[in-house]
């Protein structure tokens, strides 16, 4: 049976955005962020973190680091009862210097690929899916996927909504404080 899925951008969204997570102590969740998964999880929503990861290209950190922050933070959240289905993330960067992540992929957001990922995995309802994300690009991917949007004010949210939102052409369904009140917000449709 068909699920709906909350598509949850990772830095800025789920943890305090920091440019480059490059060591396991630099990666913060951020407040709300365990209660709005678990939310999520007992109202029966997929969760899924979609996310850039262009620092591995960029050679600032590596896959093993990223495996180890992605390891904390499953564990962390689910301590405080929150669990996240699946995570999805783009190593890739067309410019690197990092030869076998040099590519122009299909999965760098705003691009689809995750999101067709996802769908082979999961068996998901996208008619009543969200992506949640502080970026323009969040929105734009939502947008190229057939997905309502939700943008925060956490992480570059709060100046995407200044200069960025007023001139761009995908618009969110609504502006939220952070997560927590996305999630809310969603529980209550």
Known sequence: MKRPAIFIDRDGTINEQMGYINHLSRFHIL??????????????????????QSGIARGYF????????HTYMKDSLKKSGAEIDAIFYCPHYPRSKIKEYAIECECRKPKTGMIKQAMEKFDIDL???????????????????????IMVKTGYGLGEVDFI???????????????????KWILKK
């Open 165 to 183: 939102l007023p001139g761009f052409k995908c618009k969110p369904v609504i502006i939220a404080d952070d997560l927590l009140d996305a999630v």
């Open 62 to 69: 590596s896959l093993e680091l990223l495996e180890q922050i």
């Open 127 to 149: 008619e009543q899916s969200y992506m949640i994300g502080d970026h323009f690009t969040d929105l734009e991917f939502a947008s190229n996927s057939g997905l309502k949007s």
């Open 31 to 52: 407040p709300g962020v365990p209660e709005a998964i678990r939310l999520l999880n007992e109202n029966n929503y997929l969760v899924i973190v979609v996310s850039n």
